[in-house]
């Protein structure tokens, strides 16, 4: 051993010099003084020591590769530049506000508007910054996001396997894993930590959005949107390393508790992000929640009972909107909750002749999400579905349907009306009086979505068909009919937007608003002149405002590259501008007018 290692002293040569690296000569370094060319040329023979860079590990080689296919991607989208704020890395431990301040900005997102392609965790992310995340979710039940009430989110469970493994998320079985890196993505959107947005932190205006009980109800409502594009690039890579973690432990095909979480998290990610229903993962829940409730894992108290019937409700209307089959079977629907409930005849009867109380509110609940459920059926199989559209319309469906939404939305309107006295009232605490302010906005918004899609059906059906010569034989809709059933439409559509945009002025909290996805269609909506049918010209704009200022609100989460926010700025300020010139035309048609009768008195007095 002792010859070995002399051997390897003789072998090692000491550095070039300075002098003869800068002529890329040979040098022959002495140990005891210059080397003899330095020597011969007189001048200070010095050697810099070379420092060697460590070997990089695998998770390093990973985030190298991933950077390379990000910086050779071109951007595949228009609108606000994806570098905004600093890189958040993910192999640098967070340790203080220098070291963000020294990082490089991101690079554009490939594939902005589709999944992320899945990957291999790299995020060190903090201890700090995972109890503080994970905090967000033991907040009043009655401050957070809706998603934090479902069920069957073992939040307890992991929390304490959390606390057990010292918060280290490598330590936790990999079904826990995937919960928890699901959650952590989720509350991402919503965090103000510096990990996760940068620096820069809110101003006082923009933080009370955040407690306020009405964050719509100001006359000035700030812009958040920079907050959505600063923390893209952490959220979508979470979002892939989690769709990696989920691949990896087979959440899709083993099913358990967390698996049917972690499933629900990230359909409902798909959902509120890119605004696309019914995924893979969704249809995956549905499965596990089926085969739960046949061993009986599932709860079955009362008030979680109304949980899982209310989460039904976000299971179904993403895939209305995306036009997707519904995932969720009336089978489904009652072995999940096994209660009947009650007929909309039975309750309209119920709330409009006698004053009902707040259970009694929260338990019709039932009988909204099964009968959305049953109308998103409907309209998805003969109206908006893939299959649907490629056959021709049946009108005596569609006048069905028609009659279907009048009943419903005679229901919707007594519910309505009890929850509007119980909240003029003010004998609720103010725990029960968010939930009813809640509960108000989640039935206008699932009501609104049946009527926005049957209205955009209906205007793309009548736009095919100015396109061709209707043919009698062939059982098409005459276009004269489908114009009128279009014009219905957009008397309800009309309608029901003005009825969103006044229960989201009183809305509880900022987190429980509409995706901007949603947000953007009502909006577009409103913008269209020919759509404003059976409201008034104020409450058209009323409404506008106030999707703009929740797409300014909602910002904060959600990168918004729509553009709606802009061209609502710009119609308003049109018909400001029209209004002035009006009302100075009228001052200038009365000037002229007693000028002309006074120029008439002075005339006949002159003659």
């Known amino acids: 051993m002792s010859t070995a290692s002399s051997t390897n002293s003789k072998r090692k040569k000491p550095p070039a010099c300075d002098y003869c690296k800068v002529h890329r000569v040979l040098c022959h370094p002495q140990s005891n003084g210059p080397c003899p060319r330095c020597a011969e040329k007189g001048v200070n023979c010095q050697t810099t020591p070379v420092t060697r860079r460590k070997r990089r590990t695998k998770a390093e080689l990973v985030q190298s590769a991933t950077r390379k296919e990000i910086d050779t991607s071109s951007p595949s989208t228009s609108g606000p530049p994806t570098n905004i704020g600093p890189l958040h890395p993910s192999s640098i431990p967070f340790q203080s506000h220098d070291e963000l301040s020294t990082m490089v900005t991101i690079q554009p997102i490939p594939n902005i508007l589709d999944e992320p392609s899945p990957v291999p965790p790299t995020i060190q992310m903090p201890t700090e910054v995972i109890k503080e995340l994970m905090q967000m979710l033991r907040n009043a039940p009655y401050d957070m ?37 699901c959650l ?19 101003s006082t205006e923009e933080s009370q959005r955040f407690t306020s009980s009405s964050p719509l109800k100001t006359p000035v409502v700030p812009d958040l949107r920079q907050f959505g594009f600063r923390r893209e690039s952490v959220v979508r890579r979470l979002w892939a390393e989690a769709l990696w973690l989920a691949n990896q432990a087979g959440i899709a095909t083993n099913t358990s508790k967390e698996n049917a979480a972690s499933c629900w998290i990230l359909g409902h990610l798909r959902y509120v992000i890119l605004g696309k229903g019914a995924s893979a993962f969704s249809a995956a829940c549905v499965y596990h929640m089926r085969t739960l409730a046949e061993d009986g894992q599932l709860p079955t108290i009362e008030s979680e009972l109304l949980k899982l019937r209310g989460h039904m409700i976000g299971d179904v209307v993403p895939a209305l909107m995306a036009g997707k ?98 909240l003029n009232s003010s004998r609720s605490s103010p725990q029960k009086m968010f939930y009813l302010r809640a509960c108000s906005y989640g039935f206008v918004v699932s009501w609104g979505s049946l009527v926005l899609v049957l209205l955009e059906l209906l205007r793309d059906r009548s736009m095919y068909n100015t396109t061709r010569v209707n043919n009698a034989d062939s059982g098409e809709m005459s276009s004269h009919r489908l114009s009128m059933h279009l014009h219905h439409a957009r008397k309800l559509a009309s309608r029901t937007a003005v009825e969103v945009s006044e229960t989201m002025r009183d809305i509880p909290s900022i987190m429980r608003l509409l995706p901007p996805s949603d947000l953007v269609r009502w909006a577009r909506f409103l913008l269209v002149e020919e759509n404003i049918v059976d409201i008034t010209r104020t409450q058209s704009l009323q409404a506008l405002e106030c999707f703009r200022d929740a797409l300014k609100l909602v910002g904060f989460s959600y990168a918004d590259r729509s553009g709606v926010v802009d061209i609502i700025d710009e119609h308003l300020a049109s018909y400001v501008a029209d209004n002035m010139l009006t009302l100075l035309g009228q001052q200038n048609s009365g000037w002229m007018h007693d000028y002309a009768s006074t120029g008439l008195d002075w005339l006949e007095t002159g003659l």
């Open 184 to 202: 952590l993505t989720f509350i991402a959107l919503h965090s103000k930590n510096p990990f996760i947005i940068g620096l820069g932190e809110l």
């Open 325 to 422: 089959s519904i995932p969720l079977t009336l089978n489904d629907e009652f072995l999940i909750v096994p209660l009947k409930p009650e007929s909309l005849e039975q309750l309209i009867s119920t709330f409009t002749t006698q004053t009902c109380s707040t259970s009694e509110i929260f338990l019709s609940i039932h009988t909204f999400a099964h009968n959305i459920a049953l109308l998103a059926r409907e309209t998805v199989e003969n109206l908006t579905g893939a299959y649907a559209r490629s056959q021709l319309l049946d009108e005596c469906f569609l006048i069905k349907h028609f009659a279907s939404l009048d009943l419903f939305h005679s229901f919707l309107t007594a519910v309505l009306q009890q929850i509007s006295w119980h």
């Open 145 to 181: 996001h809706p998603i934090i009430t479902n069920p069957i989110i073992p939040l307890s469970r992991l929390r304490k396997s959390l606390q057990l493994h010292l918060w280290d998320l490598h330590s936790l079985s990999p079904q826990e894993r995937v919960l928890a890196h």
